[in-house]
């Protein structure tokens, strides 16, 4: 994609005084006119209350049509590198993939409509803290090259909207373990000079439990991202899904948007897979005694429902040396992860320099 021409998302808002486009600006939270500076505070429509929860089951068999499809009309490409999909306004043309650079575009159709965004989590961060965020970040990779920061083109990070699943359910589960008990008894052992010594050993008396657990699972949340390094993103997160808000085109004006790659039926099994091994942690801290093995688990799951949101991340992409490296911002905390290339003779040099702090300490020794 074109630096200077970004695929922005969706439908534009057109500025009361000039005319011109409105995008969003995080750090006043509302839209504004970047030709004329005109600021057009927005009212977003509430009449619904809270996002809409979709009854999982229902969605899995057949979504409604009123659930699928963009609200305006849109245009889909694939990168043939990384296989992520963004959407933006059919007039704009992009060139080079956001998330990996790649020139490889093509069109993406699908067979059925995409499943609309209920909600999402509005830009809270702006670009220029995120922009001393990332500067003093770098300052703070004492193994990266020098003057990487420099090579990075901070100028061109990017604010995107990535796609996320999240699963409610309520589960009745029965457990049952071996619950064990440190207990110490006294033994006689035989030494290495044949001498006969008594010292306590610890050892584990098994005894049966069981136990039912009722849990409620909310707002579990799956990326749907194909673009973005799923560590990073679990390094950049929490994004707080308390604070969504009903979808609207205003608040994805001006950034870009990037279309689920992991469906609904893999979203759904994922969470169940997240949900069984919390489930598994919460059940064993219930296990009495000092410890516990053979621990099985039977949970009934009802109520199951989800949403499909959008989070805001402010992404940074650049090469060094041939290799492509992201670092990402969570667009509504500020929180940083990325990856970095590291300096052989900078970790080179901290080795030599700890082997020559042992080897003194060796001879004052």
């Not at 998302?9 to 995008?23: D, K, N, Y």
């Not at 308390?242 to 004006?253: N, Q, R, W």
Request: proline content about 6%; some cysteine.
């Amino acid at each position: 994609m074109n630096p200077e021409n970004p695929l922005t998302a969706i439908e534009r808002h057109s500025c009361p005084a000039c005319g011109a486009q409105t995008e969003w600006q995080p750090s006043k939270q509302q839209l504004a006119c970047g030709f004329c500076g005109t600021e057009s505070p927005y009212g977003i429509n509430r009449e619904t209350g809270q996002a809409e929860e979709i009854d999982l089951v229902s969605a899995l068999r057949e979504l409604p049509e009123e659930h699928r499809g963009w609200r305006e009309k849109k245009r889909s490409v694939r990168c043939q590198s990384c296989d992520a999909v963004s959407v933006f306004d059919p007039e704009r043309v992009g060139k080079n993939c956001e998330f990996c650079g790649s020139p490889s575009l093509v069109d993406y159709d699908e067979i059925k409509a995409p499943i609309r965004p209920q909600s999402l989590l509005p830009f809270k961060v702006d670009e220029t803290r995120v922009r001393e965020s990332l500067r003093s970040w770098f300052k703070g990779r004492w193994f990266a090259p020098g003057k990487l920061s420099e090579k990075a083109l901070i100028d061109t990070m990017r604010g995107l909207y990535i796609p996320y699943w999240t699963f409610d359910a309520q589960v009745n589960c029965d457990w049952e373990a071996e619950a064990g008990t440190y207990h110490t008894v006294q033994e006689r052992v035989r030494d290495a000079n044949g001498r006969v010594a008594v010292r306590p050993v610890q050892k584990v008396r098994w005894n049966y439990a069981s136990g039912r657990l009722d849990h409620l699972f909310d707002d579990e949340l799956v990326a749907g991202t194909q673009g973005v390094n799923a560590a990073l993103l679990r390094e950049a997160e929490p994004f707080p899904t308390g604070d969504l808000v009903p979808y609207d085109t205003a608040y994805v004006s001006g950034f870009l948007v990037e279309h689920y790659r992991v469906v609904l039926i893999d979203a759904a099994r994922k969470s169940r897979e997240k949900m069984h091994r919390k489930l598994e942690r919460l059940c064993g801290a219930r296990v009495p005694g000092d410890t516990y093995r053979n621990l099985r688990v039977s949970p009934q799951y009802s109520g199951q429902t989800f949403k499909h949101i959008l989070v805001p991340v402010w992404l940074l992409r650049y090469d060094h040396h041939g290799k492509s490296y992201q670092i990402l911002a969570n667009g509504y905390t500020g929180k940083i992860a990325g990856h970095y290339p590291k300096s052989f003779w900078k970790i080179a040099g901290a080795i030599a320099v700890a082997l020559c702090l042992v080897g003194m300490i060796a001879l004052f020794r």
